[in-house]
């Protein structure tokens, strides 16, 4: 199997595909494929290897998910001339740990860190059986080049701001591949890049629409796992998410809401699922309403009514045993 180029310009006509390993050749004829020639050394005996590998892959960016199996991956100036990639690859932990050397720079990533390192710049990588990742292939052009840019390798706070954005960004797309297009996942490489460049850069901002949409997006999924706890507010978001309180605020608003208008909502969303549970038919309205963040079980009433046009005993009308 021919490994793609410079840029990653070939397009793979299968691009969704996974494989159980079980021999070290065989692992490494599919990692060479997607990182690059190299040479890699396992603790398997008799050439016996258990890994799994499962990527997609389209004209421009690769996505891959490795896990299972130790291995130590040396890519030197040698395979860099028979095999040049002009990519860069950023490497997301999702479990165990890993130790990456590029040039005079090593660093030990483990999960909530990423590291992104020039493929065609001699690097060393090694790991135990536990670790698992998520690798992003990207060419080198969108981000090469622009201000305070260095090919040094990086590692990045993948728990904060624009890295907890970007390590959202990735594994989001890792778990929903099967349901893109070429065409999608290529868009969705693009915007990537575009958050890696910034971050690379020194930015823990992300103010264009595009990059804003994904934090909005952050910021909501937030409010919805956390709907029902009482200190739920714009400080707490802005501590957890990363993000200053005002940037979050800005954000909401490019999208016509505000911090409070937001917890209002999702707490009301919630109420209502509640109210039509069998599951919470045991409980009282009253600590429904407190189970959704609520202070006061008559202003909870008049916010639900003024919501769905309805009360919240209407709403649990029929459920068995309320």
Same mark, same amino acid.
């Given at each position: @199997?021919?490994?793609p ?5 070939r ?5 969704d /595909?996974?494989?159980?390993? *079980? ?13 690059g020639? $190299?040479?890699?050394? !396992?603790?398997?005996p008799?050439? /016996?290897? !258990? ?5 997609h %892959?389209?004209t421009?960016? &690769?996505?891959? *998910?490795c896990?299972?199996? #130790?291995q130590?991956?040396?890519r030197q100036?040698g395979?860099?001339?028979r095999d ?6 950023l490497?997301?932990p999702?479990?165990?740990?890993a ?13 909530? =860190?990423?590291?992104l390192?020039?493929?065609? =710049? ?6 135990r ?11 080198e052009?969108g ?11 990086r ?7 624009l890295g ?6 990735v594994?989001?797309? =890792?778990?929903?591949?099967? *349901?893109?297009s070429? +065409? @999608?996942? +290529? #868009? ?9 460049r ?6 823990t901002? +992300?103010?264009?629409?595009? %990059?804003?949409?994904l934090?909005?997006?952050d ?7 956390h ?8 400080a707490?978001? #802005? ?15 490019a $999208? ?10 999702? /707490?009301?969303?919630?109420? %209502?699922?509640?109210l039509? &549970?069998?599951?919470?038919a ?10 959704c963040g609520f202070? &006061? *079980? ?10 769905f046009?309805? !009360?919240? %005993? ?5 459920v068995?045993?309320?």
């Amino acid at each position: @199997m021919e490994p793609p180029r410079r840029g990653y310009t070939r397009q793979v006509s299968s691009p969704d /595909r996974g494989v159980a390993i *079980h021999s070290a050749s065989g692992w490494d004829e599919m990692f060479k494929d997607l990182h690059g020639a $190299s040479r890699i050394r !396992t603790d398997a005996p008799d050439n /016996r290897f !258990t890994g799994r590998l499962s990527w997609h %892959r389209s004209t421009g960016y &690769s996505l891959a *998910h490795c896990s299972d199996g #130790a291995q130590q991956v040396d890519r030197q100036r040698g395979h860099i001339r028979r095999d040049p990639r002009g990519a860069f690859e950023l490497v997301v932990p999702l479990s165990g740990s890993a130790w990456v050397q590029q040039g005079s720079a090593a660093s030990e990533i483990q999960p909530g =860190q990423m590291a992104l390192c020039d493929v065609d =710049q001699p690097y060393a990588f090694a790991h135990r059986a536990d670790f698992t990742s998520i690798a992003f292939i990207m060419p080198e052009d969108g981000l090469v080049g622009g201000t305070g840019w260095s090919r040094e390798p990086r590692v990045f706070d993948g728990t904060t701001g624009l890295g907890r954005l970007i390590r959202q960004a990735v594994t989001t797309v =890792q778990e929903e591949k099967d *349901h893109f297009s070429d +065409a @999608m996942f +290529a #868009a969705t490489g693009e915007r990537l890049v575009d958050l890696i460049r910034l971050a690379s850069e020194g930015e823990t901002s +992300a103010a264009p629409p595009e %990059r804003r949409a994904l934090v909005e997006a952050d910021i909501r999924r937030y409010v919805r796992r956390h709907a029902g706890d009482r200190d739920l507010g714009v400080a707490t978001i #802005a501590r957890e998410l990363g993000w200053s309180a005002r940037y979050v605020q800005q954000v909401l608003q490019a $999208s016509g809401t505000t911090p409070r208008d937001l917890i209002r909502e999702e /707490r009301l969303r919630l109420a %209502r699922v509640r109210l039509s &549970s069998v599951d919470w038919a045991p409980y009282s309205i009253g600590q429904i309403a407190g189970s959704c963040g609520f202070g &006061s *079980h008559a202003a909870f009433s008049t916010a639900f009514r003024q919501e769905f046009t309805i !009360t919240p %005993r209407e709403a649990r009308q029929g459920v068995p045993g309320s």
